[in-house]
């Protein structure tokens, strides 16, 4: 049975930024807190919300919400003017533009649970030519909460879509366990740097080694 709304991870599920991402991110700190970023608490699965706010705690920063407001900022403009580097060093991960193109073919909607800030996301997905397959309004960002299953919520609350009716696919521990928190069907692509074994035995209903094989993918979400 095809979904009514598929959901996507952005980084290591969609995209590869090899990097670029970490200097924007360390700028962006710099620019907020006049500190060089000397270390980073781990981002995988987690949201800039957190990632800041652990991260400003390593380096004796006080933590306030207008500090994360600020960093938004700082960091989505950085995004903006540095688009093009992005796209010369990153890139969409193999088959991911053929599974968007072929699910929007048969109507299903499409949109981003992601612990990006919106407009970085905004920006990876128009850099690698994957935001026009999404309904971006009705995805869920950093700005929205601080785990996933928080913004999978919210997700399915802009979009009108009960859980039962939708895919999550994503590539971390954290992906499977707030999509299974909040009820959805879990994909997981093993495509950054948790292993197929790992993903499974957190519980994902399906594991695909990547997003090359455009008919097992289309299969799997289809359920």
């Given at each position: 049975?095809v979904p009514?709304?598929v959901?996507w991870?952005?980084d290591?599920?969609?995209m590869?930024?090899?990097?670029?991402?970490?200097e924007?991110w360390?700028?962006?700190?710099?620019?907020?807190t006049g500190?060089?970023?000397?270390?980073?608490?781990?981002?995988?699965?987690?949201t800039e919300r957190v990632?800041?706010r652990?991260?400003?705690?390593l380096?004796?920063i006080?933590?306030?919400d207008?500090l994360?407001t600020r960093?938004a900022?700082?960091l989505?403009?950085?995004?903006?003017?540095r688009a093009?580097e992005?796209?010369?060093?990153?890139?969409?991960?193999p088959?991911?533009?053929?599974?968007l193109?072929?699910?929007e073919?048969?109507?299903?909607?499409?949109?981003?649970?992601?612990?990006?800030?919106?407009?970085a996301?905004?920006?990876k997905?128009?850099t690698?030519?994957?935001?026009?397959?999404?309904?971006?309004d009705?995805?869920?960002?950093a700005e929205?909460?601080?785990?996933r299953?928080?913004l999978?919520?919210?997700?399915?609350?802009?979009s009108?879509?009960s859980?039962?009716?939708?895919?999550?696919?994503?590539?971390?521990?954290?992906?499977?366990a707030?999509?299974?928190?909040?009820?959805?069907r879990?994909v997981?692509?093993?495509?950054?740097?948790?292993?197929p074994?790992?993903?499974?035995?957190?519980?994902?209903?399906?594991?695909?080694?990547?997003?090359?094989?455009?008919d097992?993918a289309?299969?799997?979400?289809g359920g």
């Amino acid at each position: 049975m095809v979904p009514e709304l598929v959901l996507w991870d952005i980084d290591h599920t969609l995209m590869a930024t090899r990097g670029f991402g970490g200097e924007l991110w360390a700028q962006a700190f710099r620019q907020v807190t006049g500190v060089v970023l000397r270390e980073q608490v781990s981002v995988t699965g987690s949201t800039e919300r957190v990632i800041l706010r652990e991260t400003a705690r390593l380096h004796d920063i006080r933590y306030r919400d207008d500090l994360f407001t600020r960093f938004a900022d700082a960091l989505g403009a950085l995004h903006v003017r540095r688009a093009a580097e992005l796209r010369e060093r990153g890139h969409a991960l193999p088959g991911a533009a053929a599974v968007l193109a072929a699910l929007e073919d048969r109507g299903v909607r499409q949109s981003v649970v992601t612990g990006n800030i919106r407009q970085a996301a905004e920006v990876k997905l128009a850099t690698f030519g994957l935001d026009g397959y999404m309904r971006l309004d009705e995805g869920a960002y950093a700005e929205d909460g601080e785990g996933r299953p928080e913004l999978l919520c919210a997700a399915l609350k802009r979009s009108a879509t009960s859980p039962s009716d939708a895919v999550f696919l994503g590539d971390t521990l954290a992906d499977v366990a707030g999509g299974l928190e909040a009820g959805v069907r879990v994909v997981a692509v093993a495509t950054g740097r948790t292993s197929p074994s790992d993903l499974s035995a957190a519980g994902a209903h399906v594991v695909l080694g990547g997003l090359s094989d455009t008919d097992r993918a289309l299969a799997v979400i289809g359920g």
